[in-house]
């Protein structure tokens, strides 16, 4: 749809119309789990529909140099007996070959994450998940530099310079979790950063490298020297209200001031947002902390105002994971609750950051081994039977957001497309009773669902002036009733091992969402008069052409 004169709104809660630019942070990357399971062919798919449907552009995984990649090899092999050395390290690169060439088919590119650490290199060894991730400093720093260069080489050898160069290349993952993702100091970490940021410019200076990829804002000073200091959590994990605390990010000013000191290159800033802590109380046991649900919108404004004061105020700004929690068994993501409140966070912080990565498209993720039962509270959008979540769908229609604001709503937004014009909007019905508290945890779905006797309904109303005569709009809902997979296998009796009967069935109603047409009138006007229902999330987008 084109259209013939400027959109004007006429909005019923006295908002005023804009004409900013709307950043799609939400799908200008995506994350999963480690790079082996790229491999898979369901994997694939997911990825395939992520791009096609979510509009993805990138994806970012763990893995790239563990074992299971074969990438440095210190060893034949064996075959006729036992593995023999090789006098030298040699790269094979046929396993990353198939993945980033999957990948760059569909149209999406990598984010580079460079880690973990081959075992051949590694001080330590199986350090963190089922996989037995290697994530120690490495054992020879000028081992280490030859494997990236030697990769570095190779993509742009197989795909060109132009094409590598729009790869972002990011240093290492959550640092600051010693002894799991990391068992080095910090000053460690940062050694590693400056080396592997120097070799990629030496290739070529335009190659973008950042870092330092560390996890979640905390609010005491746990990491502050150079490990983790889990004593200093207890203030956190007793305190009465989490949001009254100074929360910060982590190693960020200190990373900043060492690159700055040492003049190390750095294009990017990444940062995880979680808007949870994981701390300990006073028996040491962990203990889950919610905070409330703008923490990830006032965390982006505290990290915009460190660079902009910092000697990078011109460096990007990406979060490489985010997500409602930090944990792959947390039954909120499976859910619609999920949806509407993903969707209320992006729009909030789309202007504070390059990218906002989701943390995962898929539940093909295998850190704590596969999962149990088809919605495990897996991170993915889409679930290990190829189900579309709630939060899919939620995903998709904004993707469908044009990228100029017409006018912002505090539970909505209405855009246009500054290359055909065509008019859409994303509302969402992020229940008065929750007040300001965000999501919390949940172990199993059947404790999510207390949060569905949320409420009031909303209505949203708008009009829209200016549309071609006639115009058609698809209007989409996401609520209790529609798309709401896993509250339907809850009914089913949720069985732990689906048939292939139950998994059709479930996948019907996966993607059963409420749609109408709605049409403009004569003179291009349309009225928006619509009531959502509690975590409800609802698309406006122009309908598909009558033949």
């Given at each position: ?40 062919a ?5 990825f395939?529909?992520?791009?096609d ?32 050395p ?9 396993y990353v ?8 088919a ?33 054992n ?21 310079i ?16 010693v ?24 290739i ?11 996890s ?31 929360w910060?990010?982590v ?7 060492y ?19 994981y701390?300990?109380?006073?028996t040491?046991r ?15 404004q ?11 105020p ?9 997500s409602?929690?930090?944990s792959?068994?947390d ?17 909030k ?21 596969g ?9 993915g ?30 539970h909505?937004i209405?855009?246009r ?17 929750m ?7 949940r172990?199993?779905?059947?404790d ?10 909303r ?9 071609p005569p006639?115009?058609?709009f ?7 009733e ?19 009967a ?31 229902p509690p ?13």
């Open positions: 749809m084109v259209l013939d004169a400027p959109v004007s709104t006429v909005l019923a809660d006295g908002h005023v119309a804009t004409d900013l630019t709307l950043r799609h942070v939400w799908n200008e990357c995506v994350g999963a789990g480690r790079a082996s399971e790229a491999l898979r369901d994997w694939q798919a997911h395939r529909e992520a791009v449907l979510l509009g993805v552009r990138h994806v970012r995984f763990h893995g790239l140099f563990h074992d299971d990649m074969f990438v440095y090899r210190t060893e034949d092999g064996g075959g006729f007996g036992p593995p023999q090789l006098p030298e390290p040699v790269y094979t690169f046929s070959d198939k993945v980033f060439d999957a990948i760059l569909t149209g999406a590119r990598p984010f580079v994450e460079l880690g973990f650490m081959p075992r051949a290199l590694a001080t330590q060894t199986e350090t963190l998940f089922w996989w037995k991730a290697h994530c120690s400093p490495p020879d720093m000028g081992r280490w530099v030859e494997l990236v260069t030697s990769t570095v080489r190779h993509w742009i050898d197989r795909y060109g132009h094409e590598v160069r729009r790869w972002p290349f990011e240093v290492w993952n959550e640092p600051n979790l002894p799991h993702f990391w068992t080095g100091s910090r000053t460690e970490y940062f050694e590693l950063y400056e080396a592997t940021v120097k070799a990629i410019k030496e070529d200076p335009r190659l973008r490298v950042g870092g330092p990829s560390t979640v804002f905390v609010p005491d000073a746990r990491y502050a020297g150079e490990y983790h200091d889990p004593s200093l959590e207890v203030a956190t994990a007793e305190a009465d209200s989490p949001d009254s605390l100074d910060q990010p190693w960020i000013l200190e990373f900043l001031t690159c700055a000191e040492r003049d190390v290159p750095l294009d990017f800033l990444s940062t995880h947002l979680y808007p949870t802590d701390a300990a109380d006073s040491g962990g203990k889950a902390i919610t905070r409330q649900r703008d923490a990830t919108h006032v965390d982006l505290l990290m915009r105002r460190l660079m902009a004061d910092s000697p990078y011109d460096a990007e700004l990406h979060i490489t994971e985010w409602t929690s930090p792959s068994r039954a909120m993501h499976d859910t619609l609750f999920a949806a509407a409140y993903i969707v209320r966070a992006f729009l912080g789309a202007s504070m950051a390059e990218s906002i990565s989701y943390w995962t498209f898929t539940d093909v993720f295998e850190e704590g081994g999962g149990i039962g088809p919605f495990h509270g897996g991170f959008l889409i679930n290990e039977q190829g189900l579309h979540k709630p939060t899919f769908h939620a995903m998709a229609m904004l993707n469908r957001l044009g990228d100029r604001v017409v006018a912002e709503t505090p909505g209405i855009t497309s500054s290359l055909t014009g065509a008019v859409s909007a994303v509302f969402y019905n992020y229940p008065d009773d007040g300001t508290t965000g999501l919390e945890a172990r199993t779905y059947a999510t669902r207390e949060l569905a006797r949320m409420g009031p309904a209505r949203i109303r708008h009009t829209l002036e200016g549309l006639r115009a058609r698809t209007l989409e809902i996401v609520d209790w529609s798309g709401n997979v896993a509250e339907a296998w809850y009914a089913m009796g949720a069985p732990l091992n689906l048939s292939p139950q998994t059709e069935q479930l996948r019907d109603v996966a993607d059963r969402l409420r749609r109408s047409i709605v049409t403009a009138s004569e003179d291009g006007t349309l009225r928006i008069d619509l009531e959502l975590w409800a999330v609802a698309s406006l987008a122009a309908a598909p052409d009558l033949p």
